[in-house]
Protein backbone atom coordinates (compact mmCIF):
# COMPACT_ATOMS: atom_id res chain seq x y z
CA UNK A 1 0.00 0.00 0.00
CA UNK A 2 1.13 3.41 -0.71
CA UNK A 3 1.94 5.59 2.09
CA UNK A 4 -0.35 9.07 1.86
CA UNK A 5 0.28 12.55 3.03
CA UNK A 6 -2.05 15.42 2.99
CA UNK A 7 -1.21 18.50 2.92
CA UNK A 8 -3.67 21.36 3.11
CA UNK A 9 -3.44 24.07 1.40
CA UNK A 10 -6.32 26.99 0.47
CA UNK A 11 -5.37 26.88 -3.57
CA UNK A 12 -5.58 28.05 -6.74
CA UNK A 13 -7.85 29.96 -9.01
CA UNK A 14 -7.32 31.18 -12.70
CA UNK A 15 -9.10 33.95 -14.37
CA UNK A 16 -9.50 36.51 -11.24
CA UNK A 17 -8.70 39.18 -13.44
CA UNK A 18 -11.63 38.05 -15.70
CA UNK A 19 -13.50 37.35 -12.82
CA UNK A 20 -12.96 40.73 -11.23
CA UNK A 21 -14.31 42.48 -14.34
CA UNK A 22 -17.48 40.74 -14.55
CA UNK A 23 -18.22 41.95 -11.03
CA UNK A 24 -17.64 44.94 -11.20
CA UNK A 25 -19.73 44.96 -14.49
CA UNK A 26 -22.69 43.35 -12.74
CA UNK A 27 -25.90 44.73 -12.64
CA UNK A 28 -27.57 45.05 -9.42
CA UNK A 29 -31.63 43.84 -8.83
CA UNK A 30 -32.62 45.74 -5.96
CA UNK A 31 -35.65 43.73 -5.48
CA UNK A 32 -33.74 40.73 -4.26
CA UNK A 33 -31.62 40.32 -0.73
CA UNK A 34 -28.59 41.88 -1.38
CA UNK A 35 -25.86 39.92 0.22
CA UNK A 36 -21.94 40.03 0.90
CA UNK A 37 -19.72 36.89 2.01
CA UNK A 38 -16.24 36.56 3.12
CA UNK A 39 -15.65 33.13 1.57
CA UNK A 40 -17.12 30.88 -1.33
CA UNK A 41 -18.20 28.31 1.07
CA UNK A 42 -20.81 30.58 2.54
CA UNK A 43 -21.33 31.67 -1.10
CA UNK A 44 -22.14 28.38 -2.30
CA UNK A 45 -24.72 27.89 0.72
CA UNK A 46 -26.20 30.91 0.63
CA UNK A 47 -27.08 30.64 -3.11
CA UNK A 48 -28.44 27.47 -2.69
CA UNK A 49 -30.60 28.36 0.53
CA UNK A 50 -31.41 32.23 -1.49
CA UNK A 51 -31.93 30.69 -4.81
CA UNK A 52 -33.71 33.86 -6.93
CA UNK A 53 -34.74 35.87 -4.07
CA UNK A 54 -30.66 36.70 -3.17
CA UNK A 55 -27.84 38.18 -5.16
CA UNK A 56 -24.71 37.31 -3.29
CA UNK A 57 -21.58 38.36 -3.87
CA UNK A 58 -18.10 37.03 -2.54
CA UNK A 59 -15.10 39.21 -1.40
CA UNK A 60 -12.58 36.77 -0.67
CA UNK A 61 -11.35 34.43 -3.54
CA UNK A 62 -11.14 30.73 -3.05
CA UNK A 63 -7.07 30.87 -3.96
CA UNK A 64 -6.78 33.08 -0.43
CA UNK A 65 -6.66 32.51 2.89
CA UNK A 66 -8.72 34.88 4.75
CA UNK A 67 -6.03 36.12 7.08
CA UNK A 68 -4.59 37.36 3.60
CA UNK A 69 -7.27 39.08 2.28
CA UNK A 70 -7.22 43.11 2.02
CA UNK A 71 -10.14 45.05 1.60
CA UNK A 72 -9.95 47.29 -1.53
CA UNK A 73 -12.57 50.39 -2.39
CA UNK A 74 -14.49 48.12 -4.10
CA UNK A 75 -15.17 45.86 -1.49
CA UNK A 76 -16.21 49.08 0.94
CA UNK A 77 -18.85 49.82 -1.44
CA UNK A 78 -20.44 46.07 -1.59
CA UNK A 79 -20.47 46.34 2.03
CA UNK A 80 -22.29 50.15 1.80
CA UNK A 81 -24.66 49.16 -0.51
CA UNK A 82 -25.66 45.88 0.82
CA UNK A 83 -28.31 44.61 2.81
CA UNK A 84 -26.75 41.87 4.92
CA UNK A 85 -23.24 40.57 5.42
CA UNK A 86 -22.60 37.11 6.43
CA UNK A 87 -19.09 36.02 7.87
CA UNK A 88 -17.39 33.06 9.37
CA UNK A 89 -16.03 34.54 12.64
CA UNK A 90 -12.40 33.15 11.93
CA UNK A 91 -9.66 35.03 13.53
CA UNK A 92 -8.32 35.49 10.23
CA UNK A 93 -11.44 37.27 9.33
CA UNK A 94 -10.10 40.06 11.91
CA UNK A 95 -10.12 42.85 8.64
CA UNK A 96 -14.42 42.31 9.34
CA UNK A 97 -14.70 45.17 11.96
CA UNK A 98 -12.82 47.80 9.87
CA UNK A 99 -14.80 46.64 6.82
CA UNK A 100 -18.15 47.32 8.46
CA UNK A 101 -17.00 50.35 9.77
CA UNK A 102 -15.60 51.69 6.80
CA UNK A 103 -18.52 50.97 4.80
CA UNK A 104 -21.06 53.14 7.17
CA UNK A 105 -24.02 51.36 5.98
CA UNK A 106 -26.52 51.96 9.03
CA UNK A 107 -28.92 49.20 7.34
CA UNK A 108 -26.05 46.77 7.15
CA UNK A 109 -27.48 43.36 8.54
CA UNK A 110 -24.10 41.40 10.01
CA UNK A 111 -24.69 37.94 10.90
CA UNK A 112 -21.13 35.85 12.15
CA UNK A 113 -22.01 32.08 10.89
CA UNK A 114 -20.20 30.25 13.57
CA UNK A 115 -19.75 26.22 12.75
CA UNK A 116 -16.93 24.44 14.14
CA UNK A 117 -15.27 22.00 12.69
CA UNK A 118 -13.82 21.80 8.98
CA UNK A 119 -16.74 23.46 6.15
CA UNK A 120 -16.06 20.87 3.65
CA UNK A 121 -17.68 18.35 5.83
CA UNK A 122 -21.14 17.12 5.20
CA UNK A 123 -22.14 17.82 9.06
CA UNK A 124 -21.06 21.50 9.38
CA UNK A 125 -22.61 22.00 5.64
CA UNK A 126 -25.90 21.02 7.24
CA UNK A 127 -25.23 23.19 10.23
CA UNK A 128 -24.43 25.96 7.81
CA UNK A 129 -27.23 25.86 6.20
CA UNK A 130 -29.57 25.69 8.89
CA UNK A 131 -28.07 29.17 9.98
CA UNK A 132 -28.32 30.46 6.81
CA UNK A 133 -31.91 29.60 6.16
CA UNK A 134 -32.30 31.99 9.39
CA UNK A 135 -30.19 35.14 8.46
CA UNK A 136 -32.01 34.98 5.29
CA UNK A 137 -35.45 34.96 7.19
CA UNK A 138 -34.31 37.44 9.56
CA UNK A 139 -33.96 39.95 6.80
CA UNK A 140 -36.32 38.94 4.62
CA UNK A 141 -39.14 37.65 6.58
CA UNK A 142 -41.74 37.91 3.32
CA UNK A 143 -39.50 34.58 1.90
CA UNK A 144 -39.18 32.26 5.04
CA UNK A 145 -40.99 29.42 3.90
CA UNK A 146 -38.94 29.47 0.04
CA UNK A 147 -35.52 29.64 2.33
CA UNK A 148 -36.98 27.07 4.74
CA UNK A 149 -37.37 24.48 2.15
CA UNK A 150 -34.53 25.56 0.04
CA UNK A 151 -32.13 24.49 3.33
CA UNK A 152 -34.35 21.18 3.49
CA UNK A 153 -33.69 20.50 0.15
CA UNK A 154 -29.84 21.42 0.49
CA UNK A 155 -29.53 19.30 3.54
CA UNK A 156 -30.88 15.95 1.75
CA UNK A 157 -28.76 16.73 -0.86
CA UNK A 158 -25.58 17.08 1.39
CA UNK A 159 -26.83 13.84 2.92
CA UNK A 160 -27.03 12.27 -0.26
CA UNK A 161 -23.56 13.18 -0.83
CA UNK A 162 -21.86 11.87 2.45
CA UNK A 163 -23.68 8.38 1.74
CA UNK A 164 -22.43 8.72 -2.09
CA UNK A 165 -18.90 9.40 -0.51
CA UNK A 166 -18.79 6.88 2.46
CA UNK A 167 -19.62 4.00 -0.17
CA UNK A 168 -16.91 5.23 -2.67
CA UNK A 169 -14.24 4.67 0.34
CA UNK A 170 -15.54 1.18 1.68
CA UNK A 171 -13.69 -1.47 1.06
CA UNK A 172 -10.63 0.78 0.02
CA UNK A 173 -7.27 1.12 2.19
CA UNK A 174 -8.79 4.89 3.38
CA UNK A 175 -10.19 4.14 6.58
CA UNK A 176 -8.00 4.13 9.37
CA UNK A 177 -4.95 5.22 7.20
CA UNK A 178 -2.41 7.12 9.02
CA UNK A 179 -2.47 10.50 8.68
CA UNK A 180 0.10 13.80 9.31
CA UNK A 181 -2.44 16.90 8.20
CA UNK A 182 -2.44 20.77 8.60
CA UNK A 183 -4.71 21.31 11.76
CA UNK A 184 -6.93 23.07 8.74
CA UNK A 185 -7.35 19.41 7.81
CA UNK A 186 -7.94 17.56 10.51
CA UNK A 187 -11.76 17.64 10.53
CA UNK A 188 -12.30 16.58 6.62
CA UNK A 189 -9.35 13.97 7.40
CA UNK A 190 -11.07 12.40 10.17
CA UNK A 191 -14.42 12.31 8.45
CA UNK A 192 -12.76 10.55 5.63
CA UNK A 193 -11.72 7.90 7.91
CA UNK A 194 -8.10 8.80 7.96
CA UNK A 195 -6.35 8.48 11.51
CA UNK A 196 -4.77 11.83 11.90
CA UNK A 197 -1.39 10.91 13.52
CA UNK A 198 -0.08 14.33 14.09
CA UNK A 199 -0.73 17.96 12.85
CA UNK A 200 0.73 21.22 12.63
CA UNK A 201 -0.18 24.54 12.88
CA UNK A 202 0.27 27.53 9.88
CA UNK A 203 3.33 29.08 10.61
CA UNK A 204 6.53 28.34 9.26
CA UNK A 205 8.01 24.65 10.31
CA UNK A 206 11.70 25.17 12.13
CA UNK A 207 13.95 22.48 11.44
CA UNK A 208 13.30 20.98 14.73
CA UNK A 209 9.42 20.61 13.73
CA UNK A 210 10.21 19.54 10.29
CA UNK A 211 12.70 16.75 12.13
CA UNK A 212 9.60 15.97 14.68
CA UNK A 213 7.00 15.91 11.59
CA UNK A 214 9.49 12.86 9.94
CA UNK A 215 9.93 11.03 13.25
CA UNK A 216 5.98 10.54 13.99
CA UNK A 217 5.93 9.57 9.87
CA UNK A 218 8.22 7.07 10.48
CA UNK A 219 6.60 5.82 13.69
CA UNK A 220 3.34 5.30 12.05
CA UNK A 221 4.05 5.13 8.86
CA UNK A 222 2.83 8.23 7.82
CA UNK A 223 3.46 12.28 6.93
CA UNK A 224 2.33 15.40 5.24
CA UNK A 225 3.66 19.13 5.50
CA UNK A 226 3.15 22.58 4.29
CA UNK A 227 5.53 24.23 2.04
CA UNK A 228 7.91 21.89 4.12
CA UNK A 229 5.69 18.40 2.97
CA UNK A 230 7.36 17.65 0.20
CA UNK A 231 10.56 17.18 1.42
CA UNK A 232 8.82 15.15 4.41
CA UNK A 233 7.51 13.27 1.82
CA UNK A 234 10.45 12.57 0.18
CA UNK A 235 12.02 11.58 3.41
CA UNK A 236 9.56 9.06 4.12
CA UNK A 237 8.52 7.62 0.96
CA UNK A 238 4.78 8.26 0.91
CA UNK A 239 2.34 10.51 -1.49
CA UNK A 240 1.92 13.97 -0.69
CA UNK A 241 -2.13 15.23 -0.92
CA UNK A 242 -2.89 18.80 -1.59
CA UNK A 243 -6.70 19.62 -0.65
CA UNK A 244 -8.89 22.50 -1.02
CA UNK A 245 -10.89 23.93 1.91
CA UNK A 246 -12.95 25.86 -0.71
CA UNK A 247 -15.23 25.22 -3.40
CA UNK A 248 -13.72 26.56 -6.47
CA UNK A 249 -9.68 26.15 -5.60
CA UNK A 250 -9.35 23.80 -8.13
CA UNK A 251 -10.78 24.37 -11.98
CA UNK A 252 -14.09 22.68 -11.80
CA UNK A 253 -15.02 22.59 -8.26
CA UNK A 254 -16.83 25.60 -8.07
CA UNK A 255 -19.90 23.82 -5.86
CA UNK A 256 -19.13 21.90 -2.49
CA UNK A 257 -20.35 18.81 -4.21
CA UNK A 258 -17.39 19.00 -6.82
CA UNK A 259 -15.08 20.25 -4.39
CA UNK A 260 -15.24 17.79 -2.06
CA UNK A 261 -15.24 14.85 -4.62
CA UNK A 262 -11.83 16.21 -5.81
CA UNK A 263 -10.80 16.26 -2.22
CA UNK A 264 -11.81 12.10 -2.46
CA UNK A 265 -10.49 11.54 -5.78
CA UNK A 266 -7.25 13.06 -4.64
CA UNK A 267 -6.69 10.94 -1.48
CA UNK A 268 -7.69 7.79 -3.62
CA UNK A 269 -5.27 8.66 -5.69
CA UNK A 270 -2.62 8.79 -3.48
CA UNK A 271 -4.04 5.85 -1.15
CA UNK A 272 -4.52 3.02 -4.56
CA UNK A 273 -2.36 -0.03 -4.80
Known sequence: M????????????????????????????TSRLQIITTTSL??????????????VTNIIRASQHPGDFDASPQDIQKLADADL?????????????????????????????????NWMTPPVQITAADLVAAALSDADSSNTDGYEQSAEDYKAAVLDKANDIQARLSG????????????????????????VVA????????????????????????QSGRDAGKAIATELGCARVILSNFPGGYDGTE???????????????????
Not at 176 to 190: K, P
Not at 199 to 222: C, K, M
Request: contains cysteine; charged residues 15%; hydrophobic residues 45%.
Open 199 to 222: SYGPADLTPQDTQELIDSGRAENL
Open 2 to 29: KKLCILVTGIILISLVVSSLLSSCKSTD
Open 42 to 55: LTYIVEQVGGDSVE
Open 85 to 117: FLYHGWPGEAFVPGLIEAAANPDLTVVTVAVAG
Open 255 to 273: TWEQAIDRNIELILEAIAP
Open 172 to 195: TDVPGAATLCSFWQVGFAEWVGLQ
